[in-house]
T-cell receptor, first 114, second 114 residues
């Protein structure tokens, strides 16, 4: 089955630690996205990538970093510089270059800072 | 910049009653609009989308939405609510000209009473 996988489902981190969230897709999509979800605020874009080895900052990129070394993988690192990292993180992908194409979402990772 | 406003963060309906979720958008270009549903601790699933053509769009699970350009609205309806409709619903507008990014509304949580 084609889809997007995110791991782990739950992640606990101590303050001052960096953590990396995994996102893998087998949909052969060029574009991938990371969103942060907080209660009552909808989803906010952290980073996105339209092609391998290239990515752009979204609306709330501070304290986060990404890489796109392979088409199917787009890991997100939450660094110690992120002041309030506790949230639900969603990864998505879509076909590039098609105006009306929707994004497909993974099941999410819930990060809690202790 | 584009924006999406969802009126009402929580909506309570009785089983069998009409579900109406409101979405208004602002966009400087012809919009591509989406409704997604999210069940607890899961990713987002596409309900329906408007791109061009017919302004009344039918989606999955009996939902439909009507695009009204003059009102900059894209309200979501379902004639008869079912218990399984209890979830959070997100309206989004696509920046198809810039990496196919999505701008989301704050979400509306639907509670269905028996």
């Amino acid at each position: 089955d084609g889809g997007i996988t995110q791991s782990p489902k739950y992640l606990f981190r101590k303050e001052g630690q960096n953590v990396t969230l995994s996102c893998e897709q087998n949909l052969n999509h060029d574009a991938m996205y990371w969103y942060r979800q907080d209660p009552g605020q909808g989803l906010r874009l952290i980073y996105y990538s339209q092609i391998v080895n290239d990515f752009q900052k979204g609306d709330i990129a501070e304290g986060y970093s990404v890489s796109r070394e392979k088409k199917e993988s787009f890991p997100l690192t939450v660094t110690s510089a992120q002041k309030n990292p506790t949230a639900f993180y969603l990864c998505a992908s879509s076909i590039q270059g098609v105006k009306d194409n929707e994004q497909f979402f993974g099941p999410g990772t819930r990060l809690t800072v202790l | 910049a584009q924006s999406v406003t969802q009126l009402g963060s929580h909506v309570s309906v009785s089983e069998g009653a009409l579900v109406l979720l409101r979405c208004n958008y602002s966009s400087s270009v012809p919009p591509y609009l989406f409704w997604y549903v999210q069940y607890p601790n899961q990713g987002l699933q596409l309900l329906l989308k408007y791109t061009t053509g017919a302004t009344l769009v039918k989606g999955i699970n009996g939902f439909e939405a009507e695009f009204k350009k003059s009102e900059t609205s894209f309200h979501l309806t379902k004639p008869s609510a079912h218990m399984s409709d209890a979830a959070e619903y997100f309206c989004a507008v696509s920046e198809w000209y810039a990496g196919n990014k999505l701008t989301f509304g704050g979400g509306t949580r639907v509670l269905v009473k028996p």
